[in-house]
């Protein structure tokens, strides 16, 4: 499987980097109690978390800004330090929000068995539609990142992913991305993955990874 972005992407957002990281044989389950003290742990260290001056959740309202958004990560971690807490969906999902939420960095995971043919980051031209996870079709902005394979669209910077590659009680191979529209370290982004993996490894001891970046 192949993973590129096309030139009008690196045109629009030259500074945009990605990576990806392949999880395979991790039968996904609904719950594991050392995880769940991790993510209590992670609850306690985002109360104290200053969001107003964090310069990756800063980055990334930028980009949503230009729609008149604000970042949904941002959104969560502020419900996180007024005393909500991370949801419980499944050991994938789980593992993947917990860092997500940790180091700012947008991701998406996915099925991998679920995805056709390669998969090419791209920009949107406006008007183009897809069904997100909550079963809703949605049109896409003008201008935002998106991802797709040989079938369609994937996920977007904006709306998420698509409801056809979602993680589900049956994945057992994940590819999981992180999405950054502008500069951001490759170091960075290589720890946020190895975050998800360290979560893994909590229900999967042996699970591997191999992680590339793209851009």
């Known amino acids: 499987m192949e993973i590129e972005l096309e030139p009008e992407l690196k045109t629009k957002y030259p500074e945009a980097v990605f990576a990806s990281m392949i999880v395979m044989n991790v039968p996904n389950c609904k719950k594991n109690e050392v995880l769940e003290e991790r993510k209590r742990k992670a609850e306690?260290?985002?109360?104290?978390?200053?969001v107003e001056r964090d310069s990756v959740l800063q980055s990334y309202n930028a980009y949503f800004n230009k729609w008149g958004k604000t970042y949904p990560i941002?959104?969560?971690?502020?419900t996180i330090r007024r005393g909500g807490k991370l949801p419980q969906v499944s050991v994938l999902v789980d593992?993947?929000?917990?860092?997500?939420?940790?180091?700012?960095?947008l991701t998406s995971g996915h099925d991998l068995d679920a995805i056709k043919g390669d998969l090419v980051f791209d920009v949107s031209e406006g008007g183009e539609r897809y069904l997100m996870l909550n079963g809703k079709e949605q049109e896409l902005k003008e201008?935002?990142?998106?991802?797709?394979?040989?079938e369609g669209i994937l996920a977007s910077v904006l709306y998420g992913p698509a409801r056809r590659t979602s993680i589900t009680s049956d994945t057992r191979n994940v590819l999981c991305?992180?999405?950054?529209?502008?500069r951001m370290d490759d170091r960075?982004?290589?720890?946020?993955?190895?975050?998800?993996?360290s979560?893994?490894?909590?229900?999967?001891e042996s699970a591997?990874?191999?992680?590339?970046?793209?851009?």
Not at 95 to 105: Q, R, T, Y
Not at 143 to 150: F, G, Q
């Open 177 to 182: 991305f992180a999405w950054c529209p502008y």
């Open 143 to 150: 201008n935002d990142i998106i991802l797709k394979d040989e």
């Open 188 to 197: 960075l982004i290589t720890a946020h993955l190895n975050d998800i993996l």
């Open 95 to 105: 593992s993947m929000f917990v860092a997500e939420l940790k180091n700012g960095i």
């Open 74 to 78: 941002e959104f969560q971690i502020n």
């Open 44 to 50: 306690m260290e985002l109360k104290r978390m200053d």
């Open 199 to 204: 979560n893994l490894r909590i229900v999967f």
């Open 208 to 215: 591997t990874s191999e992680i590339q970046i793209h851009r």
